[in-house]
């Protein structure tokens, strides 16, 4: 299998954990070149191809979906099909690709990267922060941003992770995981 990403792209890191965990290994190769843009014309990142069944995925959600249909037979991350379980982990999935994905990523940029001051844009993504806050591939989807976002948005701009003990608590044991912090190892900081 090859992932196409980059290594500080928190969507890369959520594809990385999930195979890891599953031991299927997957070597990270550079987007953006026209290579990379004949499977995913978006340019967007990341991208698997698996070849084992000979098919290219974009999108992380999609990606993790399949990674846990496909190569998690005995349920480490995932639960059996049909299942409330199944169903809800699938609903925090979508969650994180259109809610805390979107939210925590805008409220960096505006914070970190945007090169105006934005008050009422970091304001805004700040609130949805802290609107948002077992172990499965849910999980790990929230982790890539909520490591950034503790890093990017301090309590002078409204959020402090220590109002929030049980998330705090909560990433502290998913980032003790032995498959976490190899994909951790893999990721290049941002900030």
């Known amino acids: 299998m090859r992932l196409d990403g980059h290594k500080i792209s928190r969507d890369d890191y959520q594809v990385m954990s999930v195979n890891l965990k599953l031991a299927v290994p997957i070597p990270l190769s550079e987007v953006k070149?026209?290579?990379?843009?004949?499977?995913?014309?978006?340019?967007?990142?990341?991208?698997?191809?698996?070849?084992?069944?000979?098919?290219?995925?974009?999108?992380?959600?999609?990606?993790v979906e399949y990674l846990v249909e496909r190569y998690d037979m005995t349920h480490q991350i995932s639960f059996a099909s049909g299942t409330h379980e199944s169903y809800l982990a699938r609903q925090w999935l979508f969650f994180q690709a259109s809610g805390q994905g979107?939210?925590?990523?805008?409220?960096?940029?505006?914070?970190?990267?945007?090169?105006?001051?934005?008050?009422?844009?970091?304001?805004?993504?700040?609130?949805?922060?802290?609107?948002?806050?077992?172990?499965?591939?849910?999980?790990?989807?929230?982790?890539s941003w909520q490591t950034i976002v503790t890093r990017v948005i301090q309590k002078e701009d409204g959020f402090d992770q220590n109002d929030y003990p049980v998330v705090k608590d909560w990433l502290n044991r998913i980032l003790s995981r032995s498959a976490v912090k190899m994909a951790m190892g893999d990721v290049e900081p941002v900030v």
């Open 102 to 143: 979107p939210y925590y990523g805008q409220a960096s940029w505006f914070k970190k990267f945007h090169t105006e001051k934005v008050p009422s844009a970091v304001e805004r993504y700040v609130k949805e922060i802290n609107r948002v806050a077992g172990y499965s591939y849910a999980d790990i989807a929230f982790l």
């Open 33 to 63: 070149e026209p290579s990379y843009l004949a499977i995913n014309s978006n340019g967007r990142i990341p991208a698997i191809y698996d070849p084992n069944t000979d098919l290219t995925l974009w999108e992380s959600g999609a990606i």
